[in-house]
């Protein structure tokens, strides 16, 4: 009986272990929905580690707290990879050439990022669309998040 409860406090404490060094990453696409193919369209992969906390401020009482000298714009990363993507417009309308060829290119992604043993948490997306005459832009976006 001994041995059974020291051989589950040992798988327990091996299971906190894995899950408290759970590494998370995010990549997002971009694909433009500007018709004549003049739209930009990519696969964005951060470079840099950042501490979210240097730009987190509290509030008390309507107060914000002082954050010390980070200012926004040093939330910029210097460092990220772009890979290119075609438009899913052309002047003749919506290329679905382009279309299966995004999903070529998304699909080298993630199997790439799985043989490194990244699994697909979850998938996010959204679209902000043509708004009608005289509009002609907009874009459709998915952030994948994988966790390690």
């Given at each position: 009986?001994?041995?059974?409860?020291?051989?589950a406090f040992l798988l327990g404490s091996v299971i906190c272990e894995v899950n408290a060094q759970a590494?998370?990453?995010?990549?997002?696409?971009?694909?433009?929905?500007?018709?004549?193919?003049?739209?930009?369209?990519?696969?964005?992969?951060?470079?840099?580690?950042?501490?979210?906390?240097?730009?987190t401020t509290e509030r008390t009482d309507g107060k914000k707290s002082e954050q010390g000298?980070?200012?926004r714009g040093d939330a910029k990363?210097?460092?990220?990879?772009?890979?290119?993507?075609?438009?899913?417009?052309?002047?003749?309308?919506?290329?679905?050439?382009?279309?299966?060829?995004?999903?070529?290119?998304a699909t080298s992604m993630l199997n790439?990022?799985?043989k490194e043993g990244w699994e697909l948490f979850t998938v996010?997306?959204?679209?902000?669309?043509?708004a009608g005459k005289g509009d002609g832009q907009g874009i459709f976006i998915t952030r994948y998040i994988f966790k390690k």
């Open positions: 009986m001994k041995k059974l409860i020291i051989a590494q998370f990453k995010i990549i997002t696409t971009i694909e433009s929905i500007v018709p004549g193919g003049i739209g930009r369209s990519r696969i964005i992969e951060n470079g840099t580690e950042i501490d979210y906390e240097q730009f000298d980070v200012k990363v210097d460092k990220f990879s772009e890979t290119k993507m075609l438009n899913f417009f052309s002047m003749a309308g919506i290329n679905f050439q382009n279309v299966a060829s995004n999903d070529a290119l790439s990022l799985a996010v997306s959204g679209v902000e669309s043509d």
